[in-house]
């Protein structure tokens, strides 16, 4: 992850025709997790309308609680890679919780047969789970969306990253997703997105923003922008070249995180907010 290197040399890397780097701005907008082919094919196509050629779309969901909708697993791949190819999209974040499931991506994508990219994502709930960090690292195929753990230092994150690129997979990103306090929030975590120039500084992962899962709430006061988007604005000043963002056509009756999800009609204003954000600095 570029730490022994000495200065921060070239940051990032290329993967199916996406530039994850220092300058870009990629926006991950998609599904926290799919529930029905209808929902992911709107959500491509509303991203299709906008020019954005990146999404997140979850399969396998890590649930606190095991009594809760735990995602479609490799069922609903062919929606979500059919759909891809369909729309433009080219590259989709996706979390694995287990070994097997980089295979499952890899059978989807070989049916569905559009040159859809994959990037794998490890959760936070899995930050040191050290055997799947492992597997994610002997792969080489696909690139890595590492989030950090949320209990634990952001050393022994930057560790976690470690087990990844030492087994020969540098093509890392790195996601500040918020962090668990004991002092209670009126968000979901505590938000984390100072720590976005520390790990520049210390590494030469591009670094991703998850303002969804750091705030929780979709919800804006009477005469403003959702938190969600402040976060986002605080992210890109501080040099994040990455986003990941819930959004679902019906908040309401998502299976997984509803509250934090925005709406498919908030698209095209999250898309010029953060343009204007970076383009100011
Ligand atoms: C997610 O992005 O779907 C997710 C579960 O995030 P985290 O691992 O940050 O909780």
Known sequence: IGRHGGQRTTAGFDYNGV???DTS???FAGLCAVDSLESVDSMMAALARCGIQTTRMGAYKPRTNPYEFQGLGAKCLPWVFESAGKHGIKVVAMEVTHPRHIDEINDALKVAGHPTGVMLQVGTRNAQNFELLKSIGQQRAFPVLFKRGMGITL??????CEYVASEGNPKIVFCLRGV???LGDPHRNMVDFAHVPVVRRLTRMPVCVDPSHAIGRAEAPPDGLPDIFHAIGQGLIAGASMVLVDFHPHPEIALCDGPQALRLEQLGALQRYASIVRGAY
Do not use: Q
């Open 19 to 21: 530039s994850f780097g």
């Open 180 to 182: 668990k306090t004991h």
């Open 25 to 27: 701005v990629n926006l």
């Open 155 to 160: 050393e022994e994150s930057l560790n976690a």
